[in-house]
């Protein structure tokens, strides 16, 4: 599986944008880029998966630069409850294939 | 989106005994399931893949025979962490794969969390 980079740390004031980067330089064709959040003490969470368009649902906005070498993830309107780390990974997207977890960014939304 | 579940969320238990995990699938049919483990302030790190009717594959570095995952059904699978010790203390996770015409996606349970005394 490619690697991805993030930071390790973020701070974002209720009510603004949060935008979370990640840099998948290696990433090859058949990999999707997904992101998941975990809040303290529970499961991940599903946000958003995207091959090489943007996307956008309900939870969040994801931005694939036109090289897919690096990714965005906009959380438009950020609340307390979107503290959490948050995690970029690529894995394709089909099968059974496993989801490898890096260091992720841990998230703090400042009121 | 897709519901897993895990039980139980919590457990306690005495050095040298087994403890069994169970997730589960809610609402949708799982070939696949896949088991973590996380250590405090730490990233999840993926023990094993279970396969519904066959082995498991252990990613390497896990002992098989002292985790022993069992998925018998499309919408169970089991981790019995057997002989537990104290350093086994962690935050167990499961995650299955749901499968559909867009392509797939992994939904996590809520964890459990082992403390062994």
């Known amino acids: 599986d490619a690697k991805t980079t993030q930071p390790p740390s973020m701070d974002c004031a209720e009510g603004r944008a949060a935008n979370l980067p990640c840099n998948h330089s290696?990433?090859?064709?058949?990999?999707?880029v997904y992101w998941y959040r975990q809040i303290h003490s529970q499961g991940p969470q599903y946000i958003i998966h995207?091959?090489?368009n943007n996307e956008t649902n309900e939870m969040a906005s994801l931005i694939i630069t036109e090289d897919r070498k690096s990714s965005t993830l906009i959380l438009p309107h950020a609340t307390l409850r979107d503290t959490a780390v948050y995690y970029c990974?690529?894995?394709?997207?089909?099968?059974?294939?496993?989801?490898?977890f890096g260091t992720g960014t841990r998230l703090t939304i400042i009121p | 989106g897709a519901v897993v579940s895990q039980h139980p969320s919590r457990v306690i238990c005495k050095s040298g005994t087994s403890v069994k995990i169970e997730c589960r699938s809610l609402?949708?049919?799982?070939?696949?399931m896949f088991w973590y483990r996380q250590f405090p302030k730490k990233s999840l790190m993926l023990m094993a893949t279970?396969?519904?009717?066959?082995?498991?594959?252990?990613e390497q570095g896990v002992e098989k025979d002292k985790f022993l995952i069992n998925h018998a059904s499309l919408t169970l699978s089991t981790l019995t962490v057997t002989s537990a010790h104290p350093e086994d203390s962690s935050f167990y996770i499961c995650?299955?794969?749901?499968?559909?015409?867009?392509?797939?996606?992994?939904?996590f349970g809520p964890g459990t969390r082992l403390t062994v005394l």
């Open positions: 995650s299955a794969r749901e499968s559909t015409s867009l392509g797939s996606e992994q939904f």
């Open positions: 290696t990433i090859s064709g058949n990999e999707y």
């Open positions: 995207g091959l090489k």
């Open positions: 990974i690529v894995s394709p997207n089909f099968g059974n294939e496993k989801l490898t």
């Open positions: 609402d949708f049919q799982a070939t696949t």
């Open positions: 279970s396969n519904e009717g066959s082995k498991a594959t252990y």
